[in-house]
């Protein structure tokens, strides 16, 4: 009886994609994105939509957002060679780029501080966030405490369970950690109540989405927050190399790093770009979140994208070594870029991301969150295989300090 | 005439408020739910919201998200929903029923099939929470076409703008939620629900229901008193909350259940 929604034959841009201009005005990707949404939170999105227009077009606004980015998180991130890595893989060079590096250890920041200059503007004096891995709860919980505002972070119970470090860091920034103990107890739930939270207390709160999914404007708003990571390897590529890399790699949950490192190279169509989910045990088994390698269009947290769900259009369980990957959804522009063959999507095993995070720490010095280590995995496989000239890019979006327990647990070792 | 718009001109004609409750399918399982919109009619409802349950409901309270997760631990699928839907009409030809829940499911279900089973299990009007007007119209043009009732949400948050767009897109009542919040929470302001109905007015002739937030006789008399239609949701579920599964319960035992909605009833008609 099930009638899985084709959207193959929707109006593509020209192939070059030189034009490539979305969202449109209502948010669509394509078919993907809009607004799905109960009628309390529609004023709202709407009001934020008009706020950033406004904002958008102001470069005061960006001059700040330039300076909190140089000065509080420390940006530019490098670009940096890696060349035991690379040596030891024989093949494509690996270039890294360091998020890291940034304030609070990944590339969530960039959008918290771009998302806190909007609440503020708007006058908003409740700060409310989601979180799996715990890396944008700690960032809106950072910014929270730089601005003075009140910050509540939902959160799954299983997610608090394996990444206490930071649900620690974010009670130390003064955050109020909510568990979420409904459906899976992990990030699409925690999704689920901050949206019920935004509903109730609409008038004083702001909702950070981490992700470039959630309804319009949020996955255009973040994208643009995150492109920072983009524009700056672009420029780094051209200084230190002389030219564009040849690919672009970076793990997909909700895609918000991946997004931010591919959005400016759209119209450079020598540059692929690859995006990079979580596999789990295997995609035969199911118990993995890739969504683009398996899914199909659907519509769960306010847009239409790839999603996982059985064949009653529940959404399914996924699974993930890795909480920032655990997400049945993802961002609706990687729907696009996919239908469009813009981008490509391949998947990861746990034990390939583990491999990677060892292979990563122990030849640069380098520990890379277990998110990260999905896009380094991916590098690992293809790099052989590629010609020494192949410049490829991977975006350390985060170090792994926080998954340290879930490695030594793995490892049976206790620390 | 729809069975819907049917049942508000007898009720107009009597002088009497509708009574519409809410109620998850599979809580606890599907033979419950049957024996359960029985009883509801029993008691006095006019129209029955029978809720399909979605894994992620984003809109709902704790007591709804319970239920909803109870229908999911017995696998009730949408299609086992309208099956439910053709069983209770094999009994009651009247009593309208609208089809309420998130738009994952019919989508993926597909919008022609779903209007046409939905039709031919005896459905009468659909409400998915998630679906505002702006991205309706696909779905809405199908669902007309089969003859069924499509029902929007108007919030308190709604600016007139909107709410000449959403009665427009409107047909069989329009929703006003009572609240900022999701289902189930407790401020209730009946000042302020009075005000914006009386600016929604203005926009349609539709009839208008009240619900978000209505949890006992004298909050439904005192919807009833400004409103066309009073649904209750959430303070039915908690009690249907307390019934098992798997059980045969009798007429009678699920009647006392909720005598909350013959007390309801009794209240709004002694207004």
């Not at chain 1, 568990?179 to 925690?190: E, I, N, P």
């Not at chain 1, 004083?204 to 492109?227: C, E, K, S, W």
């Not at chain 2, 009946?190 to 600016?199: E, G, H, P, R, T």
Request: negative net charge.
């Amino acid at each position: 009886m099930s009638e899985i929604k084709d959207y193959s034959g929707y109006d593509h841009p020209n192939s070059d994609h030189s034009t490539y201009d979305y969202p449109d005005n209502r948010g669509h990707f394509g078919p993907y994105g809009g607004i799905f949404v109960g009628e309390t939170l529609m004023p709202a999105l709407e009001e934020l939509k008009r706020q950033y227009a406004r904002l958008k077009q102001d470069p005061a606004f960006w001059a700040e957002f330039d300076y909190d980015l140089a000065h509080y998180v420390g940006r530019p991130s490098p670009l940096y060679f890696a060349e035991r890595l690379t040596q030891k893989l024989g093949g494509a060079q690996i270039y890294l780029k360091r998020e890291d590096l940034n304030h609070t250890g990944a590339h969530k920041v960039n959008n918290t501080i771009g998302q806190a200059l909007l609440a503020r503007a708007m006058g908003k004096t409740r700060l409310i966030a989601e979180t799996g891995a715990g890396q944008h709860g700690v960032a809106t919980a950072t910014v929270a405490a730089r601005l003075g505002l009140e910050c509540h972070v939902f959160m799954g119970t299983d997610d608090i369970k394996r990444q206490s470090a930071n649900v620690y860091r974010m009670k130390m920034l003064g955050a109020n950690v909510v568990g979420v103990d409904s459906g899976s107890r992990t990030l699409k739930d925690a999704m689920n109540e901050a949206l019920r939270d935004w509903a109730t207390h609409v008038d004083n709160t702001y909702y950070i989405i981490g992700t470039v999914a959630g309804p319009h404007p949020y996955p255009m708003l973040v994208r643009d927050f995150q492109a920072v990571i983009g524009r700056e390897a672009k420029a780094q590529s051209l200084a230190q190399i002389g030219r564009l890399p040849d690919s672009l790699v970076a793990c997909v949950g909700g895609g918000s790093n991946a997004i931010g490192l591919f959005y400016p190279f759209i119209a450079d169509t020598a540059v692929r770009m690859i995006g990079v989910e979580a596999g789990g045990l295997g995609l035969a088994s199911g118990k993995h979140a890739a969504t683009l390698n398996t899914g199909h269009p659907g519509v769960l947290h306010g847009n239409r994208t790839y999603l996982m769900t059985d064949d009653d259009g529940q959404i399914a369980d996924t699974h993930s070594v890795s909480a920032g990957l655990d997400y049945p959804g993802v961002g609706p522009e990687h729907s696009w870029l996919k239908d469009l063959g813009r981008a490509e999507y391949a998947a990861v095993t746990d034990a390939e991301a583990l491999d990677a995070f060892r292979v990563l720490t122990r030849s640069e010095g380098i520990i890379p969150a277990l998110e990260s280590s999905h896009a380094v995995a991916y590098a690992i496989k293809t790099a052989p295989l590629l010609p020494r000239e192949h410049v490829m890019v991977v975006n350390l979006s985060g170090r792994g300090d926080k998954d340290l327990h879930t490695v030594a647990d793995i490892d049976q070792i206790k620390i | 005439m729809s069975r819907i718009q049917s049942t508000f001109s007898r009720l107009r004609a009597s002088g009497r408020k509708a009574l519409i409750p809410y109620l998850t399918a599979g809580d606890p399982d599907l033979p419950t739910t049957l024996g359960l919109m029985h009883a509801l009619v029993s008691h006095g409802a006019d129209i029955i919201e029978l809720g399909y349950p979605f894994s992620d409901p984003s809109s709902d309270g704790p007591v709804i998200q319970r239920a909803v997760e109870r229908a999911l631990a017995r696998n009730t699928r949408l299609k086992d929903v309208l099956g439910l839907v053709k069983q209770f009409r094999a009994s009651d030809q009247n009593t309208p029923i609208v089809l309420m829940g998130y738009l994952n499911p019919v989508e993926h279900m597909g919008y022609a099939a779903f209007a046409e089973a939905a039709l031919s299990a005896g459905v009468d009007g659909v409400l998915i929470v998630d679906l505002p007007p702006e991205e309706a119209q696909e779905p809405k043009a199908i669902l007309r076409a089969a003859g069924l009732d499509t029902i929007f949400l108007v919030a308190p948050t709604t600016d007139p703008g909107r709410m000449e767009r959403i009665c427009k897109e409107s047909s069989g009542y329009v929703y006003y939620v009572s609240l900022k919040g999701v289902t189930g929470a407790a401020h209730l302001d009946i000042a302020s629900v009075q005000a914006n109905l009386a600016l929604l007015r203005t926009h349609t002739d539709l009839p208008i229901g009240v619900g978000f937030g209505i949890r006992d006789a004298e909050s439904a008399a005192r919807i009833a008193s400004v409103a066309d239609a009073v649904v209750v949701g959430s303070a039915l579920v908690s009690r249907i909350a307390l019934l098992k599964p798997e059980v045969s319960y009798t007429p009678a035992q699920l009647r006392e259940q909720i005598a909350l909605i013959a007390a309801m009833r009794t209240a709004m008609d002694a207004r």
